[in-house]
T-cell receptor, first 115, second 117 residues
Framework: GAVVSQHPSRVICKSGTSVKIECRSL??????MFWYRQFPKQSLMLMAT?????????EQGVEKDKFLINHASLTLSTLTVTSAHPEDSSFYIC???????????FGNGTRLTVT | AQSVTQPDIHITVSEGASLELRCNYS??????LFWYVQSPGQGLQLLLK??????LVQGIKGFEAEFKRSQSSFNLRKPSVHWSDAAEYFC???????????????FGTGTRLKVLA
């Protein structure tokens, strides 16, 4: 149980375009989902907390206008990288948990390459 | 400030040998503690967790970890490593945000395990 699905697994886009990444909780409802970014051979950096039906909470230093988060339902959160630039190239991972006291379960990540 | 330290960036062991990955944390209250494993290009898989109770916790794939409050540690162990265990291992602590009462996960920098045949 507690499966998190993330799509797409890989995406290549041109500089200046926008890319949408989907995160779904398949067998549980998640009022909160979390978006992380991982640089090569580094740890995970929390970007934002996605809240169903309300605005996302962004971590310090994360541009909310560049990384748009929508959490329209209890099983789906999306991250849109707007006007992408090569420095946005990274590995993005979403996570969710069935309950407040449950551990996080992660999607398989999305490798974004901006050319 | 809350933090998680994994002192070993790389560890190499022979297949069949025992393994211990170190994790130290800094957190004012009793933490929620986790170990995750990440294969290349993949997301993270939960190995085990500690919330409360027995300080020795068993996880999947034959892993276990022991919470030692006095040492602020949560080291991961496995008695006999298999080649398929080669991956990146992350320790994490669930720290409560004072402003919202919700938990934020703080990850260590990871330990890359290499297994020799």
């Amino acid at each position: 149980g507690a499966v998190v699905s993330q799509h797409p697994s890989r995406v290549i886009c041109k500089s200046g375009t926008s890319v949408k990444i989907e995160c779904r909780s398949l067998d549980f409802q998640a009022t909160t989902m979390f978006w992380y970014r991982q640089f090569p051979k580094q740890s995970l950096m929390l970007m934002a907390t996605s809240n169903e039906g309300s605005k996302a909470t962004y971590e310090q230093g994360v541009e909310k206008d560049k990384f748009l988060i929508n959490h329209a339902s209890l099983t789906l959160s999306t991250l849109t990288v707007t006007s992408a630039h090569p420095e946005d190239s990274s590995f993005y991972i979403c996570s969710a948990r069935p309950g407040v006291n449950s551990p996080l379960h992660f999607g398989n990540g999305t490798r974004l390459t901006v050319t | 400030a809350q933090s998680v330290t994994q002192p070993d960036i790389h560890i190499t062991v022979s297949e069949g040998a025992s393994l211990e990955l170190r994790c130290n944390y800094s957190y004012g209250a009793t933490p929620y503690l986790f170990w995750y494993v990440q294969s290349p290009g993949q997301g993270l898989q939960l190995l085990l967790k500690y919330f409360s109770g027995d300080t020795l916790v068993q996880g999947i794939k034959g892993f276990e970890a022991e919470f030692k409050r006095s040492q602020s540690s949560f080291n991961l162990r496995k008695p006999s490593v298999h080649w398929s265990d080669a991956a990146e291992y992350f320790c994490a602590v669930g720290a409560m945000r004072s402003t919202s009462g919700t938990y934020k996960y703080i990850f260590g920098t990871g330990t890359r395990l290499k297994v020799l045949a």
